[in-house]
T-cell receptor
Framework: QQPVQSPQAVILREGEDAVINCSSS?????VHWYRQKHGEAPVFLMI?????EQKGHEKISASFNEKKQQSSLYLTASQLSYSGTYFC???????????FGKGTRLSVIA | DAGITQSPRHKVTETGTPVTLRCHQT?????MYWYRQDPGHGLRLIHY???????DKGEVSDGYSVSRSKTEDFLLTLESATSSQTSVYFC??????????FGSGTRLTVV
């Protein structure tokens, strides 16, 4: 089952914050987050394993709520370089391929 | 990462012809994947491999086959290309830290 991402698109001004959500109808083993810039390959941001941990990467962090089967990606004090499409990928058990959401297009404007 | 390369980068082919896309990695990763990316669908899994000669189907495997005779190479073949297979194809490997590394992609157009 493909995870559902929301919102589908968001426009921010530099310095604003955003939250991208990823939810699944099935129990999750892990959640991955990737960013893809136009015409390029997706780039790995972080992985969250079941256990409800929160991870950080510069001003980008994420949480994983195992009970709710959802993850959220937090972008704070956004920069122009944050623009791109963000994908979550979910894994229902260990060593199974990721199933990706349809993506959230983030545009940061000056 | 220079550790994963896809070829060709672009290809135009005619309906009904076989096409093979190549993914080559230098990191000795066990797991490799082929995804296709289409507007409105995100990334969808075609096939994946968990070792030499060990492969399995993904969500959208119809019309595709794969082979992995060496750890470093994972080939995707469109047996008889159709217009619905026009897409961007990404190969990926599973890193030791758990994330995927993607190749640069192959843009395939079937006319």
């Amino acid at each position: 089952q493909q995870p559902v991402q929301s919102p589908q698109a968001v426009i921010l001004r530099e310095g604003e914050d955003a939250v991208i959500n990823c939810s699944s109808s099935k129990a999750l083993y892990s959640v991955h987050w990737y960013r893809q810039k136009h015409g390029e390959a997706p780039v790995f941001l972080m992985i969250l394993l079941k256990g409800g941990e929160q991870k950080g990467h510069e001003k980008i962090s994420a949480s994983f709520n195992e009970k709710k089967q959802q993850s959220s990606l937090y972008l704070t004090a956004s920069q122009l370089s944050y623009s791109g499409t963000y994908f979550c990928g979910t894994e229902n058990s260990g060593n199974t391929p990721l199933v990706f959401g349809k993506g959230t297009r983030l545009s940061v404007i000056a | 990462d220079a550790g994963i390369t896809q070829s060709p980068r672009h290809k135009v082919t005619e309906t009904g012809t076989p096409v093979t896309l190549r993914c080559h990695q230098t990191e000795n990763h066990r797991y490799m994947y082929w995804y296709r990316q289409d507007p409105g669908h995100g990334l969808r899994l075609i096939h994946y491999s968990y070792g030499v000669k060990d492969t399995d189907k993904g969500e959208v495997s119809d019309g595709y086959s794969v082979s992995r005779s060496k750890t470093e190479d994972f080939l995707l073949t469109l047996e008889s290309a159709t217009s619905s297979q026009t897409s961007v194809y990404f190969c990926a490997t599973l890193q030791g830290a758990g994330g995927y590394t993607f190749g640069s992609g192959t843009r395939l157009t079937v006319v």
